[in-house]
């Protein structure tokens, strides 16, 4: 069984400028969630994909997006980066109407 | 607004001894809630979970208790071990049917050898 996988592991860059993370989900999941973890706090839930479409949506502005694709893989773009976008950003998978998560290491963005 | 806290956020414990760790959560409508364990430069791995119709839950090691009146939340682990130091997250799920995560800020476990 093939577990959450991102990519990339690390990258930098600066403000203003534009990231797309990807993910791929664990074998048989048809849902992905995206979280951003600042360093020293928890994960903050960003939207959920769910059929190739926002299945759910947490407290952050329209320059976060998202794409779930027919394999159910998913991207998350952020826009015109922050400095405060600095962060892990986590994905997670699972079958729909359950509730557990299962983790990717995550992506570890930082902006300068 | 919703919220999950966590009422200490380092605990050193001894080698063998057991640890209890602590969450309080704000939002009486949820109806599911889940430990997680994240070491350094990891995602979150789950440990244990449990519904609101329950208020004990035991696993290997570990066990959760819940107190719906004081929306209290616990993870207790038994003989804890060196592999164990990572950060503990409590997560509570509204039953909002699009299981957003709440996520606390996290308890740092260290274990003394």
């Known amino acids: 069984e093939t577990g959450v996988t991102q990519s990339p592991t690390h990258l930098i860059k600066t403000r203003g400028q534009q990231v797309t993370l990807r993910c791929s989900s664990q074998?048989?999941?048809?849902?992905v969630s995206w979280y951003q973890q600042a360093l020293g706090q928890g994960p903050q839930f960003i939207f959920q994909y769910y059929r190739e479409e926002e299945n759910g949506r947490g407290n952050f502005p329209p320059r976060f997006s998202g794409l779930q694709f027919p394999n159910y893989s998913s991207e998350l773009n952020v826009n015109a980066l922050e400095l405060d976008d600095s962060a892990l950003y986590l994905c997670?998978?699972?079958?729909?109407?359950?509730?557990?998560?299962?983790f990717g290491e995550g992506s570890r963005l930082t902006v300068l | 607004g919703e919220s999950v806290g966590l009422h200490l956020p380092t605990l050193s414990v001894q080698e063998g001894d057991n640890s209890i760790i602590n969450c309080a959560y704000s939002?009486?409508?949820?109806?599911?809630f889940i430990w997680y364990k994240q070491e350094s430069g990891k995602g979150p791995q789950f440990i244990i979970d449990i519904r609101s119709n329950m208020d004990k839950r035991q696993g290997q090691r570990v066990t959760v208790l819940l107190n719906k009146t004081v929306k209290h939340l616990s993870l207790q682990i038994a003989a804890t071990q060196p592999g164990d130091s990572a950060v503990y997250f409590c997560?509570?799920?509204?039953?909002?049917?699009?299981?957003?995560?709440?996520f606390g800020t996290g308890t740092r476990l260290k274990v003394l050898a």
């Open positions: 997670a998978s699972s079958t729909q109407g359950t509730g557990e998560l299962f």
């Open positions: 074998s048989g999941h048809n849902t």
């Open positions: 939002n009486s409508a949820s109806d599911y």
């Open positions: 997560a509570e799920i509204p039953t909002s049917g699009t299981y957003k995560y709440i």
